[in-house]
């Protein structure tokens, strides 16, 4: 049995991303089933000490974590061998580098379109008044100059940290992912050819098609107490509860 253990649900973005860097290193894990946007259900013994509703929870033995780039860190530093060994680069400078995209892409990329998310491919059935929909064409702005920043980085170099897919790279594939393909934001990659050929590129890759399709498997019924036991190729089993 894998000893990580990944609480929470495909469909949310700090699963999705924690999920994408354990098929990139080829590590076995867990997937307890959680649905926080229904209301947690049936709190696991090590949710219990959580924040009630918190999205995320990763255990690895005695080590819990619940921030989805810490974790990808964590990940990455843990199994350099296995996998994509260029998830941190090799070497102070290119770390150096990745980290400079991972804090970009979580101080300017996350939060406009983690709002655009929000209330566009999640929240559609909410009310927006006037003062929110001028919010998000505010935020659609803001990511658009964010996103020219990447063109230009872009025609420089195949990813953003240079010519290697890294943690930099993969951190941004759950916004960008819903931006795409439910918030009908798909102009703002499309109109960049070099964000467009990036973005191409990174979500074909296999570690993010397997997590997509886990995000269109049907969710466990609710108050089902029988684990359903899903194997996959890559890591042992998925358990929804």
């Known amino acids: 049995m894998a000893s990580i253990k ?11 991303r924690v999920l994408a860097c354990l ?12 649905d926080t946007y229904n209301g947690v259900q049936r709190i696991p013994d090590p949710l219990k000490s959580q924040p009630h509703g918190q999205a995320l ?24 061998e296995r996998g994509n060994k260029m998830l941190l680069g090799k070497g102070m400078l290119e ?36 003062e929110k929909e001028k919010e998000l064409v505010e935020n659609e702005k803001l990511l658009a100059r964010v996103l020219d920043t990447y063109e230009r980085k872009l025609g420089e170099t195949q990813y953003l940290a240079g010519d290697d ?33 990036w973005w191409t590129e990174i979500s ?5 098609k397997k997590v997509v399709q886990m995000q269109n498997e049907p969710p466990a019924l ?19 509860v």
């Open 165 to 197: 897919f890294t943690l930099a790279d993969l951190s941004h594939l759950p916004n960008s992912h819903y931006l795409v393909n439910k918030a009908e934001k798909k102009y703002l990659f499309e109109n960049r050819e070099n964000v467009w050929r």
């Open 23 to 34: 098929f990139e290193k080829d590590v076995d894990f867990q997937l307890i089933h959680i």
């Open 204 to 208: 074909q890759r296999p570690s993010w």
């Open 95 to 130: 770390r150096s580098a990745i980290e400079q995209w991972l804090l970009a892409e979580e101080q300017n990329f996350d939060p406009p379109s983690a709002s655009l998310v929000f209330h566009l491919a999640f929240a559609t059935d909410l009310i927006i008044g006037k």
């Open 222 to 240: 609710p108050g089902n107490d029988e684990r359903n036991v899903v194997p996959l190729s890559v890591y042992e089993v998925v358990f929804r």
């Open 57 to 80: 929870t990763f255990e690895d033995g005695k080590t819990t974590l619940v921030e989805s780039r810490r974790i990808c860190r964590h990940i990455s530093e843990k199994f350099p």
């Open 6 to 16: 990944v609480f929470g649900s495909p469909t949310s973005t700090e699963v999705s």
